[in-house]
């Protein structure tokens, strides 16, 4: 009796409050993904924006692929494939594929800076669909906000006006395809390898067939470092990152999984004027107090 009651009356472990994994992911979208803007800014110096994107990510998604497959994961079915689709296209065609337009004239900061508010627009479409944004989630997405808005009126903003005009719609676009990938279900969307593999690789189908209704062509003397760049937005930005970012989209609050937007403009902008001499005003260093600030209301558990 004395053992049972021991036992029944020891401290059951208690799971860690904060999981690796989570960890893990926000640092790879954090660091990872402030760094492609410069990327794509030097890719697109000699190759064609849409083409280059869709050569990455078909790539990257092969390789998840194959690696799903081998981890024994099953072909996804034909109805699997159309459910992915339109998100592909709404991440890679609408989200990143519009940024390497605009980047032809906007700089790698000012395009991190605009794509900042897409945790806005996922907190909006989300509460248009009934998964509203706590009052402390709301608050951070504020403070962001203002933040982005300090970002603006600097000088890293600066391009052509239908440049700047498009890359306004690629948070957008985004932000509705993560809400989209959010609400998959079956095994494909259960899989953290064959989800962000079928996603890149329709989105990847979708970009190489609007390149080629724009006549976009690879040249046949583009620099070396434009390649090393798509090389690098590849491996990091496309494998390691989007692997990240679709599992924080599967398991953690939306304002969490978009944070990575508030602290992506920062590092970018600095990456931006110490690696390729791009404008830095003082308005970073108080834009960068009040992102900063927001991404903690995002990632602070509320108290007992």
Known sequence: MKRMIAETSAPTATAP????????SLVAVYVIWSSTYLAIRIAIVDL???LTASVRFVGAGLVLFLIAMR???TWPTAREWLRVAPIGGLLFLGGNGLVSIAQQSVSSGGAAVV?????????VLGALSGEWPTRREWASLAIGFVGVFVLMGGPTLAGEPLHIAILVLSPMAWALGSILGRRLRGRAAEDSFMLPAMQMLTGGVILF???ALRGERFP???????WLAVGYLWLF????GFTAYSWLNRHARPVVATSYAYVNPVLAVILGAVISGEPLGVTTVVANVLIVGAV????????R
Do not use: Q
């Open 48 to 50: 064609p924006p849409l």
């Open 237 to 240: 930005g496309s494998i390691l």
């Open 220 to 226: 046949a003397d583009a620099a070396a470092s434009s």
């Open 115 to 123: 794509c900042a508010m897409m945790p806005v627009w996922m907190g």
């Open 296 to 303: 903690y209301l995002a990632l602070r558990k509320p108290k």
């Open 209 to 211: 067939a609007v390149a």
């Open 17 to 24: 409050r904060i999981d690796p994994r989570l960890i893990l």
């Open 71 to 73: 981890r024994g994961a």
